[in-house]
């Protein structure tokens, strides 16, 4: 097996340069009234911004009088990032005792991924405190829109915060030399030999979301495999859960990012327009439908939607469960446990579901597979040295578990978020899923996979199984050269050092349990991007070995989903255990064979076929 830790890693992660907040288009004051419902009191936009009949429903959606606060995020006309704090505050029993409101703003997506909203929560949240005081007192919010309203100069006065950024790099090198669809004709440099980690002193902003990826990953556990390679199949996925809707919207920017696509694969994948990155939505409701029904992959993309890189699928999330009973309008339905249920005795799953197939009158139901759960307990085990390394905890920690290196017992990062939910009212330590939890959720073993396996215990007499020892090394490798310390040995045969992930808090950034260190949620990142070069890149050597060495895509950019030329027939792709092998998939789970068959009729057009995993002993096939 060719080492993994040669794929290419860049994270865009904020400079110290930037840090500042985003200049806003819109502020504006959402009141609930007993008689009129959600209004809008109070607002300030640029011109030719309309925020009427839409803002007020996304700011609030439906289940928010149970929580006292709350975070929400939107996407609006798809060109502003959406940000409001609700409060539910106290009142008079003419207002049914509770006055609940909402500061919210929009900033455009020109700033970033979601506008870099975030940077913005503090703010928010200290005028919805004053307001629900004195909501006539509008003051504040003048004051707010006057020190951050956006001016049309603001693109050309902020020229160092894209120029020498590494997205402002690539796209400079594919204008250098590209093709009629804007694609490299050449693949040389493909794989860079060299890992792109950000520089010193980048740090994640406190309310970043990526800094809820150890709860996205304690949240659903194995689940998180099938979800990513639905994510990559450029599915369109629907999160239906109740208030907070904060962490959903936290989870939704964690798939969008995870799978998107680094830019060593751009030149390998002849599908045009090349989703690079799943198009997140965040919270969503009934007013969104129009907006839900695009996206499919069976649909013609919108231009503005292809140049930006996200012509098909999306990821959202809902607290209205009626969109849930419409799976016309989403391709996988993420059903999440209520946020009481971290405090049950047995831990609660989310349950994932695919579209209804014909004749059938239940939806699918989809599960982890055995190899997803090896590596998903392989890559909790290796993670735990990144919390050690950018996290100390304290010494009064009151929860035993803290202190426990059980992998199986032990949430991910308890410094980030839980470590004060990890501890029942009454002191007493909660239980985390054990492996025999994660049961539930896991495909049960085929026939074919335990013969295997028996045959392999037959084999070598009992011993300890070496091929299991290099399947979890083989995972390992994902993480190697990022600078932590599981990677310290390979830093010193040529890896990158000094140590990048400690840097976080030795430079000036906050370590993890501040929220602000980058070193954990950086190796989340780039072993999710590293897989994903790993999976394409290995399906584009075999198609190109099939077809003789030539180039999968055209010139013309034509291939994948919207690629095909009528009138030929081409040679089915075939993908042997080998290969299943080497892009650490599950060569005896008939889902993993679906995903690889669907990747590859979605990303190069051609009709695939896996073939399965075989036993040889002495050079006859016995399995």
């Not at 940077?119 to 004051?143: C, F, I, M, Q």
């Not at 260190?517 to 050597?541: D, P």
């Not at 068959?597 to 002993?617: I, N, P, S």
Request: overall charge negative; hydrophobic content about 35%; charged content about 25%.
């Amino acid at each position: 097996m060719a080492p993994a830790n040669r794929h290419s890693l860049h994270l865009d992660l904020p400079n110290a340069y930037t840090e500042e907040q985003p200049h806003i288009a819109a502020l504006f004051l959402i009141l609930f009234d007993v008689k009129a419902g959600y209004t809008i009191a109070w607002k300030r936009s640029v011109p030719k911004l309309d925020i009427t009949d839409s803002v007020e429903y996304k700011s609030l959606p439906s289940g928010l009088h149970n929580v006292e606060k709350d975070t929400v995020y939107f996407v609006h006309n798809d060109q502003y990032a959406g940000i409001s704090f609700f409060i539910n505050g106290k009142a008079a029993e003419s207002e049914r005792n509770a006055l609940m409101l909402a500061v919210g703003a929009l900033i455009p997506l020109s700033y970033g991924r979601l506008g870099k909203s975030w940077r913005h929560v503090d703010g928010l949240r200290t005028l919805a405190n004053d307001l629900v005081k004195d909501p006539s007192n509008t003051d504040p919010l003048e004051d707010y829109w006057q020190e951050h309203q956006y001016h049309e100069d603001d693109e050309a006065s902020r020229p160092s915060s894209r120029e020498g950024s590494p997205t402002a790099m690539r796209e400079k090198r594919r204008r250098r030399k590209s093709s009629p669809s804007g694609q490299p004709r050449t693949r040389n440099r493909a794989v860079s030999s060299a890992s792109a980690l950000a520089p010193p002193g980048q740090t994640l902003s406190a309310h970043h979301p990526a800094l809820s990826l150890s709860t996205f990953l304690d949240t659903l556990g194995p689940l998180v495999l099938p979800l990513y390679k639905a994510a990559l199949l450029r599915k369109r996925i629907l999160l239906v859960g109740q208030a907070p809707v904060e962490v959903a919207c936290n989870f939704v920017y964690s798939i969008s990012i995870l799978s998107t696509l680094p830019s060593a694969l751009h030149s390998l994948l002849p599908l045009s327009p090349l989703p690079t990155r799943l198009r997140p939505l965040f919270s969503v409701g009934v007013h969104d439908i129009p907006t839900l029904s695009t996206g499919s992959r069976t649909s013609q993309p919108a231009e503005s939607l292809a140049s930006e890189g996200q012509a098909y699928g999306w990821v959202a999330c809902t607290t209205d469960g009626i969109l849930g009973l419409k799976d016309h309008l989403y391709d996988t339905l993420v059903t999440l446990p209520p946020s009481y249920s971290t405090q049950a005795q047995w831990k609660a799953w989310p349950r994932i579901q695919g579209k209804q197939e014909a004749g059938k009158q239940k939806a699918v139901h989809i599960k982890a597979t055995q190899r997803d759960a090896r590596r998903y307990r392989g890559l909790r085990r290796d993670l735990r040295h990144y919390r050690s390394a950018s996290w100390k905890r304290p010494s009064s920690s009151p929860h035993p578990a803290a202190e426990n290196d059980n992998d199986a017992t032990t949430p991910l990062l308890l410094p980030l978020r839980s470590l004060e939910q990890a501890a029942t009212a009454d002191g007493e330590a909660i239980s985390f899923p054990s492996a025999d939890d994660e049961q539930t959720v896991l495909e049960p073993q085929s026939w074919s996979a335990l013969a295997y396996n028996s045959f392999m215990w037959w084999a070598s007499a009992g011993e300890q199984r070496t091929d299991l020892e290099e399947e979890s090394e083989y995972d390992s490798s994902l993480l190697a050269n990022l600078g932590g310390p599981s990677s310290s040995s390979a830093a010193g045969e040529g890896g990158h050092s000094p140590n990048m992930m400690r840097r976080g808090s030795e430079d000036g950034g906050v370590d993890g349990g501040g929220g602000g260190g980058v070193g954990f949620e950086m190796a989340v990142i780039g072993y999710f991007h590293r897989l994903t070069v790993l999976i394409l890149r290995t399906l584009s050597e075999v198609v190109d070995a099939q077809d003789g060495g030539d180039f999968s895509g055209s010139e013309d950019g034509s291939g994948g989903v919207n690629g095909r030329q009528g009138g030929e027939e081409e040679e089915v792709v075939e993908i042997n255990g080998d290969d299943m092998t080497k892009m650490g998939l599950d060569v005896w789970s008939e889902s993993d064979r679906a995903f690889v068959e669907e990747l590859v009729d979605f990303y190069w057009g051609r009709k695939a076929k896996v073939l399965g995993g075989k036993v040889e002993c002495c050079g006859v096939r016995v399995l």
